[in-house]
């Protein structure tokens, strides 16, 4: 199976959408499946730990977790899409940092990217041998949650690139 791991419902939901999901759990994580995909919605940062617990449910042979990131380069457009474990056809590869909290000085970050799970997502799936993070620039170090619709809007417009990685 396929694991897909989002922080945020609003980062899923597009997700869900695009490949028809169904529900199948709320508590301790939100989780939805279909055929050969499971993924989950976990909240955010140390959080994501609990991927574990589904990693000892399911028989996962690859990861992917797709979320929302800052940035510190005002060059890059919002909306863009990266890759920051793999260097792929078609989508760029950047840097990434995980904060506990929000980062808003750009002097303290040595990574183009930022967010709050990526570190963790990774420690949870180290056993895992195909694994994958993509992120979408969502502000340049902005502390201001973005709305739900928001990122939905640029999660969605990510897909068509990602989607073959979920196979």
């Known amino acids: ?14 997700i869900i959408e695009h490949l028809k999901l169904r529900f199948i759990q709320k508590k301790p994580y939100r989780l939805y499946q279909r055929d050969n995909i499971v993924l989950a919605v976990t909240g955010m940062g140390e959080k994501t730990l609990i991927i574990k617990e589904i990693l000892s449910q399911y028989y996962i042979k690859k990861a992917i977790n ?5 940035c510190k380069d005002k060059n890059i457009p919002i909306g863009a899409l990266f890759c920051t474990t793999h260097n ?27 967010d709050m799970e990526t570190d963790y997502f990774l420690e949870a799936t180290k056993d895992i041998k195909e694994v994958y993070v993509f992120k979408v620039v969502s502000d340049y170090l902005d502390t201001t949650i973005p709305s739900k619709q928001f990122v939905w ?11 073959v990685y979920f196979k």
């Open 66 to 70: 797709i979320g929302i990131a800052g």
């Open 1 to 14: 199976m396929t694991l897909i791991h989002t922080a945020l419902f609003a980062e899923a939901k597009p």
């Open 153 to 163: 809007e640029i999660i969605e417009k990510s897909l068509k690139d990602i989607e």
């Open 88 to 114: 792929l056809p078609h989508i760029s590869h950047s840097t990434i940092t995980t904060v506990k909290k929000p980062l808003n000085n750009p002097h303290n970050l040595k990574t183009t990217l930022v």
